[in-house]
Structure formats: C-alpha cells, structure tokens
C-alpha cells in the first residue's frame, strides 16, 4: 500500500520442511499488477472496472506472440469501501465495491482467465479496515463490547494526550480519541483507516476465514498489504528518535525509527497464520509487501511453514544506477535463497513513481530485461509495458491523501494511477467520460495501439521478452550464475542454465559504448562462437547469430544470447 520502513527484530527460525515448487505455476509466472479504476471503463463512468478487466483478457494473454503474454493479475482492492485511500480501506472482505461491479462479475473474471492460462492474485489488507467498518462500528460503541479488542484502544496520558509518540504513515500522530469511549485507538495510516488488533485470536481466525472464501472463489493467491504493521509492541513503548531525520527535508514519519510500532518479533507467527491457510489450497501463493533488505526478507521467507509465500522485493527500486551495484545485490540475494524459494524482482507499482519517469525510457527497457531475465516472477505495473509516465500533479488538486495530508514532500501517489493509454483517441480509450485522474499529456505517442505497430517500440521488448522467457527452460527454472564485470563498473552480465542449455545477458547500464569480451572458461561449458539472438533493448537483432570473443555494447544496450553447447 504504502512504503515501509525496514522490518526490525525478527526472530530466525529453523529450516522446516518445503513443498516441492518446481512444476508450481509461480516458477512461470509473469505478473502484471492492475490498478482497476485506471484499467479500463465499460461503463462510462470514467473509473475503470471489472468488466473493463475483462475486455481486455486477449490483450494480456490470448494465446499468441500478439499478446503480452503475462499469466497471472494482481488486482489492487475492490472491495466495498469508502475510498478514503480508494479501497485500502475496507467495509467488507466478503464483497465487491459497486463501483468495480458484482460478484458475478468477478466470478466471470476468474473464469475468462483461467481459460486464458491466467492466475488471479487478489489484494488482501489485514493490518486495517474501513472506520465504517461494521467490527468498528461494534468496537467503538462500547468499551465492553464484543468487538472492542478487535481494534487497538488505550487510554488517554494524564494529560489528556495519546499513549505514546508514534506517527501515522500518511501524517500526525497514530491515534485518534473517539469520544465515545473517551479512549484512542490506532491507525497506523488514516483516521479512516484503524488498525485490527492481531493479538487477538477472533481477528486471526476471521482473517483466515477471509482468504478461504476467495480461494474458494477461484483465486490463486494473494497480495497481502502492509504486512509488517500486524504486530506492534504490547507494551506500547515510544519509538526512538532517528538520528538522521532532517526537519524540513525528511519525510515527517522518518522523525521516528519504527521500531515498536511494526514488526515486532510474533511478525513470525501472524504471517505463518496466513501461510498455513494455504496449505489445503496448494496451487495458491501469497507475496507480501514490506520493504526490507536482504537479511530480513530471508527471515520473512523463512517465517512460514511452507514455501507458499515470498515478500516482496522492493530494493531494484532505489538501487544505484550501475551495473556493480546490480551484480553486488543480485548475487547475494540469490545466494541467500533455497531452491524452492521464489524470487521476485520489482521496479514499479501504484506507490512508486514510474520506471519510465525515474529511469527515463532507455533505463526502462534495462529494466524490463533485468525483471524477465533473473530468477523468480517479475511484477509488471500495468503501464509499464508501453513505457507510460507520470503524470505532473498539483498537491492543491491531487486526490491522494497521503499528498494532501503531508504537502510539500511530494508524497501523492496520483502521477503514476492515472489512466491506462489505450490509443490515441479521446481519453486514451480508456472511457467514453473524462476520466476520474487526468491522462497523461503523452497519450497520443505512448500508447497500445501506436506501439503495437511498431516493431521497436517498448511494448514489442516487453512481449518478446515475455514469450522468449515463458518457452525457455533455462529462465523459468536455470540457475543463477554472474560474470566478472566489464566496462569498469557498467557492464553487467549474468548466465542462466538449466540442463545443457544456457542463456547470456548482457546488459550495459551506461550512455557509453563499451568493448566486451567472453572467454570460455568463463562460460561454464558453453561456446563464445555461434551465439544466437533471442533479444536485445532494440529489438533489431532478433535471430542473428553473433560471436561473444569480443563485442561492442552500445549505451544502455542489452541482449539475451543463447549459448551454444560445447
């Protein structure tokens, strides 16, 4: 939902036994994450829906090379909510917002795509729900309700002031008195948003009964939110002061280190509650969201019981642009994960500005190379695939409440949810109204139907590198294996092989050409002669067949080369 500071205190546990994942449909998955109300419209409501989601199927997979290829959606929430932070906050779990459509609509949804080869991953926020929540509503009435400690409630300081220091995400203070009850309760996000008490065993038990009635819906798995949140300190402790904030430059919630208002040791145990949900549903996976570095997202993967889940990794994201950077992070991640653990790899989503904004488009293609190349499921944010942007909005006229309830740190989250850019007609056919966001002011260049055309263009990278991955052995399930870099710190390049087969990327980070140079012995068995083309950043190349001995890159210029065997 939101960016998350480094999970802290986790507890190792020991090695446990694993499901054997090798012909699991994760090892193949390609999944494109969709912002449903900036998908699609078929309504002409201007706010984009499941039936939109449905139209546009063939466009994700229809079978052929003319497609993109992906086969698996995260769908963003579409529950009943208020939208105070547009469906991250929740009314009911066991519904479909209207807006979105029906339940019958979702039903056919997972039923078009399952018959495309496509898996359903939905969006699941455990840590909070909606203030109009009805378990809120209970809790808040009266101190001994129920439901009361559902929610996280304490009493006021002497002072009249709240229990401890700690800060809401998206601005203030964590908690809000409610009158009622003359006691605060905590919102780790909005007022809007108040936090489920995990410590409770009715909250665990119903979150469970959440997933078992969308596995038994049809979905294959889930997207949890925020997930270091569900456990904070019992004893309520203030979180210590960071000593590196800058008032007036930092993001005020950096003020803090968040030590004892997330990820607290039982972390463990509330995400095994969820993990083991999944144990009767075996073709279902769960990937979490918290940002962490290498040791701690080893620990998130080693928290569950079975190797159903995988946090997310977020750290491709704000890596330094070079290749050394790249190789140092990438080979030891992958030398920290077991075999039946599933990587993943990130560099956009509905939090993030867009890859193609932050790394501008000749990055971006890198970028696509690097997510459909490594080892595990790339995450595609719908968009990306034609290299969209974001769009400049004001904070006195955005919509995001993060923007709106901290100005000044351009913290809005609009720029990257505007609409999806179809074709170049009026809205982007994206609706047959204007839009709920504003369209980019590049649609009518940037754009599905221009790009599809075109044999260079980003969307024509993306499907290839899609369906070259998806009929290669040794990128769905090749080990990893990295090169001496060349080019000083620039050219980074890495060999997946499974079996006899073996694929080279190369991938060059700078706006320099380079000199590059393969000897055998470096190969792992395989020949720098006779090399054939899959792909390279161009698409130009596609079917040659070149020597690796030595070699010009050419600035921000990749390939993906099949090795012959010796």
């Known amino acids: 939902m939101t960016h998350v500071t480094t999970l802290l205190c986790l507890f190792m546990k020991p090695e446990k036994e ?29 706010i984009g829906d499941l039936r939109g989601i449905i139209q546009k199927l063939d466009y994700l997979n229809d079978g052929t090379e003319r497609s993109l290829g992906i086969n698996a959606i995260w769908i963003n929430p579409i529950y009943p909510s208020p939208m105070k932070d547009f469906g991250y906050d929740v009314s009911d779990y066991y519904s479909i917002d209207p807006l979105f459509g029906t339940m019958a609509d979702f039903e056919t949804l997972v039923s078009y795509a ?79 948003q108040p936090d489920l008490n995990w410590r409770t065993i009715e909250v665990r038990e119903e979150m469970e009964h959440v997933l078992r009635f969308w596995l038994q819906k049809g979905v294959d798995g889930f997207r949890t939110d925020s997930i270091s949140y569900l456990i904070k300190d019992d004893g309520f402790r203030d979180d210590p002061p960071n000593p590196n904030y800058i008032a007036g430059r930092s993001n005020p919630y950096d003020a803090l280190l968040h030590i004892y208002s997330q990820g607290r040791p039982e972390l463990l145990s509330a995400a095994n509650t969820l993990c083991k949900v999944l144990d009767a549903y075996p073709h279902a996976f769960m990937v979490s969201e918290a940002y962490l570095g290498i040791p701690k997202m080893v620990e998130l993967y080693r928290a569950c ?28 991640f992958d030398a920290h994960l077991r075999p039946d653990d599933c990587p993943n790899y990130v560099f956009g989503n509905h939090d993030r500005s867009r890859v193609a904004t932050r790394l501008g488009q000749k990055r971006a293609r890198i970028a696509a190379v690097l997510q459909c190349t490594l080892r595990g499921m790339p995450f595609i944010y719908y968009g990306e695939e034609i290299g969209m942007e974001d769009l400049p909005v004001k904070e006195e006229t955005g919509l995001d409440p993060w923007g709106k309830n901290v100005p000044g740190f351009n913290l809005g989250r ?16 994206f609706s047959t109204s204007t839009p709920w966001l504003p369209l980019a002011n590049n649609f009518r260049t940037i754009n599905v139907a221009r790009e599809s055309l075109n044999p260079r263009s980003m969307l024509t990278l993306y499907r290839t590198l899609i369906h070259i991955r ?90 993906v080369l099949a090795l012959p065997s010796k």
């Open 18 to 46: 694993s499901h054997n994942l090798e012909h699991h449909w994760t090892r193949s998955a390609v999944v494109y994450q969709i912002y449903p109300r900036s998908f699609k419209d078929s309504n002409g409501d201007g």
């Open 114 to 192: 399952h018959a495309r080869t496509i898996k359903i991953l939905m969006d699941f926020v455990p840590n909070h729900t909606s203030s109009q929540h009805p378990w809120f509503l209970e809790s808040r009435s009266s101190r001994m309700n129920k439901k009361r400690d559902w929610y996280i409630w304490r009493d006021p300081k002497p002072d009249g002031n709240p229990p401890n220091n700690w800060l809401s995400v998206f601005g203030g203070p964590a908690w809000t008195f409610d009158a009622t009850t003359g006691q605060y309760y905590l919102h780790s996000f909005l007022k809007d």
């Open 305 to 332: 019981d079975n190797n159903l889940h995988a946090p997310f990794n977020f750290n491709l994201i704000t890596l330094p642009w070079n290749g050394e950077s790249f190789k140092t992070f990438i080979d030891e």
């Open 414 to 429: 609009d720029p990257e949810r505007t609409p999806m850019q179809w074709d170049d007609t009026l809205h982007a056919g």
């Open 470 to 559: 998806t009929h290669t052995p040794a990128l769905l399930n090749g080990s990893y294996h990295s090169l001496p870099l060349q080019g000083g710190k620039d050219i980074f390049s890495f060999i997946r092989i499974y079996k006899k087969e073996g694929i080279l990327i190369m991938i060059n980070f700078s706006d320099t050409s380079h000199v590059v140079s393969f000897s055998e012995d470096v190969l792992r068995g395989f020949l720098n002669t006779g090399c054939r083309v899959l792909c390279n950043t161009e698409c130009n190349d596609a079917k040659k067949y070149m020597n690796i001995d030595t070699l010009t890159l050419r600035p921000y210029e990749a390939y």
